[in-house]
């Protein structure tokens, strides 16, 4: 019964046809709570409708395949017919750990107070090949993160680890139509209204790297970040959050594309430690890098 439901599982796909017939398989492997899963195919133009349809057949979810309107609107469309206490999006190219919607779940019916939770992920190739250590940038935030830690990139969430009373997600005014991701700028608001939150040891997603992730985009990723950042603009610490995180983008274009960081060094440098002790990435070799450092 629709009354029954829990939690919300919200899928939006775009063309990720290798990949969303797993992913949609691990939902419906989950036990322990009552769940729905909702999917919409963002205007796919490869085989992804054609394996939605036939899932959907399988396993009696909420499918709608329809024109691309991107990430953002599909989110807030896909918020609109959730009906469980609490949701959790879930991207297509990912797969969902078992137990973690029971276990995320009783967390917040046994901590009323708390608007959401974030959790941890371990890093999955495009085969599909994982380790089971879970990545070290997520658990070093656990057991909370505070809004000054976050906006000052000192402490990391990541937004596969979620789960949000759906009620106080709809009072903020869902996802914000301004940015091209949904993730970070809803972050930020939801710390900076409720100031601490809380990170689970729980293993919530296992993060498909294949190459064509949108956080392989560094200029829109970071770009966004510091759109997100202006929004606190009258917080005494943003000018120094501006320079981390140029910084961070400095450091990620230092790692992945070496003539870009230098192209953008007017742009991100800044006479900060932070620039500076990343600065020397941009002479080592990346085959160095992928041994010593995390980015």
């Given at each position: 019964?629709?009354?029954?439901?829990?939690?919300?599982?919200?899928?939006?796909?775009?063309?990720?046809?290798?990949?969303?017939?797993?992913?949609?398989?691990?939902?419906?492997?989950?036990?322990?709570?009552?769940?729905?899963?909702?999917?919409?195919?963002?205007?796919?133009?490869?085989?992804?409708?054609?394996?939605?349809?036939?899932?959907?057949?399988?396993?009696?979810?909420?499918?709608?395949?329809?024109?691309?309107?991107?990430?953002?609107?599909?989110?807030?469309?896909?918020?609109?017919?959730?009906?469980?206490?609490?949701?959790?999006?879930?991207?297509?190219?990912?797969?969902?750990?078992?137990?973690?919607?029971?276990?995320?779940?009783?967390?917040?019916?046994?901590?009323?107070?708390v608007p959401v939770c974030f959790g941890q992920i371990v890093v999955m190739d495009g085969e599909g090949n994982h380790g089971e250590t879970p990545d070290p940038r997520y658990t070093r935030s656990v057991p909370q993160v505070t809004f000054e830690e976050f906006f000052m990139g000192k402490k990391e969430v990541h937004g596969c680890s979620e789960m949000i009373r759906l009620d106080v997600f709809r009072d903020m005014g869902g996802y914000d139509k301004e940015f091209p991701f949904e993730d970070f700028p809803q972050w930020l608001k939801f710390f900076h209204r409720f100031g601490t939150l809380p990170v689970?040891?729980?293993?919530?997603?296992?993060?498909?790297?294949?190459?064509?992730?949108?956080?392989?985009?560094?200029?829109?990723?970071y770009g966004t970040f510091l759109k997100a950042l202006a929004r606190y603009s009258d917080h005494p610490l943003y000018p120094k959050a501006v320079k981390i995180w140029k910084s961070h983008w400095f450091s990620m274009l230092a790692y992945t594309n070496k003539a870009e960081a230098v192209r953008r060094i007017p742009q991100l440098a800044s006479f900060s430690w932070d620039f500076f002790k990343r600065f020397p990435k941009l002479f080592v070799p990346k085959f160095i890098l992928d041994r010593r450092f995390n980015v």
């Open positions: 019964m629709e009354s029954a439901v829990i939690v919300s599982v919200l899928m939006a796909c775009y063309k990720h046809e290798r990949f969303v017939e797993a992913a949609v398989r691990s939902v419906m492997a989950q036990e322990g709570v009552s769940f729905e899963l909702i999917v919409i195919d963002d205007g796919s133009p490869d085989r992804s409708p054609e394996i939605l349809e036939r899932l959907a057949n399988e396993f009696h979810f909420k499918y709608v395949h329809r024109s691309n309107k991107g990430v953002v609107a599909t989110m807030n469309e896909l918020l609109s017919m959730a009906k469980g206490k609490y949701f959790c999006s879930m991207a297509s190219d990912d797969m969902m750990p078992a137990g973690r919607l029971a276990e995320q779940s009783q967390y917040l019916e046994s901590h009323p107070e689970l040891p729980t293993l919530c997603c296992y993060y498909r790297v294949h190459g064509n992730n949108m956080s392989s985009n560094s200029t829109l990723m």
